[in-house]
């Protein structure tokens, strides 16, 4: 972004929940492909798919930190970035990043579970002869 001089939109940032929610929603499409089927068990595979990916972009953003500059770049950096004032640290932007994104994977799984809800668990479903009405 800092190539096309878009890198102070942050609203560009947002952009990130599509593939967040894409790679979630896959890895839960899949599960019930595999018919993996269970509420929890699909939510936690949610919340790791979402958490293992989180770890994976933190560590390409120190790389890249690193790469263009250190500490140095990361004050160029936070004035593009909603943080309260100061001089953050890269530990202080991991975590607070880390924090945001944690918060992200458990929301989007959560709204894409009840999505995915009556597919994965048929707990509300009765399927005996005694409780099913359209044989009466």
Do not use: C
Not at 37 to 66: M, Q, R
Not at 69 to 90: A, C, M, T, V
Request: hydrophobic share 45%; charged share 15%; glycine share 8%.
């Amino acid at each position: 972004m800092e190539w096309s001089g878009l890198s102070d939109q942050i609203y560009l940032r947002l952009v990130n929940f599509v593939f967040v929610i894409f790679g979630i929603n896959r890895t839960i499409k899949q599960n019930y492909a595999d018919k993996i089927y269970g509420y929890f068990t699909n939510f936690l595979s949610a919340i790791v798919t979402g958490i293992v990916s989180l770890a994976l972009g933190l560590a390409s953003f120190v790389a890249y930190v690193d790469y263009n500059g250190g500490q140095e770049y990361l004050r160029n950096f936070k004035e593009s970035y909603i943080f309260g004032g100061g001089d953050p640290s890269i530990y202080q932007f991991v975590i607070g990043l880390a924090l945001e994104g944690a918060a992200a994977s458990v929301i989007v799984s959560f709204a894409l579970m009840q999505y995915w809800k009556d597919k994965v668990e048929k707990i509300n479903k009765v399927d005996d002869a005694a409780h099913n009405t359209a044989d009466v």
